[in-house]
């Protein structure tokens, strides 16, 4: 099990994900943005539109994840 943070993964808070895989804790992070866009959270709306501009640029979004497989990859497992 891994753990990563809402701001690890581009988002605006502390809030921990924990997942055994990259898949399971980039799906915890979807359901937690999409609760915060319904809050209307303004940090996380901002947080949204950088992603937004990343998919608007070619091949930046597919790096990013990259990056982010990668940063997870590293994690130690904390159990």
Do not use: Y
């Amino acid at each position: 099990m891994k753990s990563m943070t809402c701001k690890e993964l581009g988002g605006a808070c502390d809030f921990v994900f924990q997942a055994e895989s990259f898949e399971e804790i980039a799906e915890q992070s979807k359901k937690h943005g999409m609760a915060m866009f319904q809050q209307g959270d303004t940090a996380h709306l901002e947080a949204m539109n950088k992603m937004r501009a990343l998919m608007n640029s070619p091949g930046a979004m597919e790096e990013w994840f990259a990056e982010k497989r990668r940063e997870f990859d590293a994690l130690p497992d904390n159990g």
